[in-house]
């Protein structure tokens, strides 16, 4: 048997195991064995014992391009590669048009070729009236799956999708096989008690949280899976802040419908005095809750209630992100460079096992966006795409990220962390080394959806 072109030695981290002094070896693209011991013959061996290799992350949500278009990919996916993220899906409500056809699609396509330093998923989304009819080809096309919100952050950017239209594009989105991840906050609510707050003044950064309560997420939970059991669609929370959300969708699923949550990271360790803390760069939707409803979300967790954990990384550029007034700053947080030194440190905090990073943070985000087993995953025939961690004891420092220097804040800035990327392989190439990012842009590409 011909030699393996690399092998990669470690302590190998699967979602059912970890392999102590393992290795992985690669032939071409992708993984061609996985073994404990002595290495296999290769041409080259890369020696990371000592070290945790973990399957590449898939971050099943972000947005590389809401706030400075489609030229966002390049500096998101540098920062992706240096955090050992290795598949984006990134979220169609782009700047200046969202991915609303097939046309847009293939426009965006052409970018992420070009532009992309790690493989990218999409999601496609349809116009606030009139969009249901290309539902059907942006599914041919390969998005891994639709977004469509209840609340209208920008009539054309990010709409609205008012019943009756949420209605008919879910039966559309069924007859396709494709999930629909909504973004769940019952607008009227969020309204009203935005104008008043800001009627009495009360614009400090607490009030982010006030005026976005918990039922304004409950209330839209439950209308989007009444509409997913009504048309069988598989209907996903984008991000629930909160328990509740997760026990609705397992009451859903108990009546027959395909409802699923996912739990972005923040939402597993920010609390409103974060936000308080923070100020603007504490500022995402859904907002932070309190420490309590935290350890709720970790109960969940780890019942296997939530379907994947992600960053929702929305790289706003700081000066979006600095009023003294939290209406004014824009809403999203930078997460894709901490994500993986994060989730292992909560993991280790928790003394839960590590296995459940490569559960959460790459295999189920990869199955519900159709991905695996090409991606998310340590087994054979997979692409070789893997996340390099060693232990260390560190603050997590901003102005290491990998993105354009606008950019290099994150709410996680002075944070002890105890791991680190040491390196980062995209379907069998270091891209990351755990000082420089040798991706280039071109070096990522676009990732159908595999599976319906
Ligand atoms: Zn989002």
Redo the contacts with the bound molecule.
């Keep these: 048997m011909d030699r393996f072109d690399r092998v990669f030695l470690g302590d190998v981290v699967t979602a059912s195991e970890i392999i102590a002094d393992g290795y992985v070896a690669v032939r071409g693209e992708t993984i061609a064995a996985i073994g404990q011991g002595a290495a296999p013959p290769a041409v080259e061996t890369i020696d990371h014992r000592g070290r945790l290799i973990f399957p590449g992350l898939v971050d099943g949500?972000m947005?590389t391009s809401s706030a400075i278009s489609w030229a966002g990919i390049e500096g998101a996916t540098r920062s992706a590669a240096a955090g050992g993220v290795t598949t984006c899906v990134d979220?169609p409500y782009d700047v200046p048009q969202a991915v609303t056809s097939a046309a847009v699609l293939q426009d965006k396509i052409g970018w992420v070729e070009r532009l992309a330093h790690v493989d990218m998923a999409l999601y496609g989304t349809i116009k606030k009236t009139g969009g249901v009819d290309a539902i059907a080809d942006l599914a041919a096309a390969g998005i891994s799956a639709f977004k469509l919100s209840t609340y209208e952050y920008d009539a054309v950017r990010f709409p609205r999708i008012d019943h009756p239209t949420m209605v008919a594009a879910f039966r559309e989105i069924a007859k396709t096989g494709l999930p629909v991840a909504v973004h769940n906050e019952d607008q009227e609510l969020v309204e009203r008690l935005t104008a008043e707050a800001k009627a009495a003044g009360n614009t400090s950064a607490i009030w982010h949280c006030r005026t976005r309560p918990p039922l304004a997420e409950t209330m839209a939970d439950l209308e989007i899976f009444e509409i997913g059991l009504e048309t069988g669609a598989h209907v996903h929370i984008?991000?629930s802040s909160l328990a509740r959300g997760f026990d609705i969708a397992e009451n859903f699923r108990a009546i027959g419908g395909q409802a699923t949550g996912e739990a972005c990271i923040q939402y597993l360790c920010m609390t409103e005095d974060d936000i308080v803390r923070l100020g603007g760069r504490g500022k995402c939707n859904p907002p932070f809750r309190t420490a309590d409803e935290v350890e709720r979300m970790w109960q969940r967790l780890g019942a296997g209630k939530v379907a994947y954990v992600s960053t929702?990384h929305?790289p706003w550029p700081l000066e979006r992100k600095g009023s003294p007034d939290i209406f004014a700053n824009g809403a999203g947080l930078t997460g894709l460079q901490s994500y993986a030194p994060l989730m292992f440190t909560l993991l280790e905090e928790r003394g839960l096992p590590l296995t459940l990073m490569a559960t959460y943070c790459a295999e189920r985000s990869a199955k519900l966006h159709g991905l695996y087993p090409k991606k998310g995953a340590i087994r054979l025939g997979a692409d070789a795409d893997l996340l390099v961690m060693e232990r260390a004891d560190y603050a997590f420092d901003e102005a290491l990220i990998q993105d354009r220097p606008d950019l290099r804040w994150s709410p996680y800035h002075g944070r002890r962390m105890r791991g680190r990327v040491a390196a980062t392989v995209l379907r069998g190439r270091t891209i990351w080394d755990g000082g420089r990012v040798l991706a280039t842009p071109g070096s990522g590409r676009f990732v159908r959806r595999q599976t319906r």
Aim: hydrophobic letters at 45%.
């Design positions: 949500h947005h979220m984008a991000h929702d929305a």
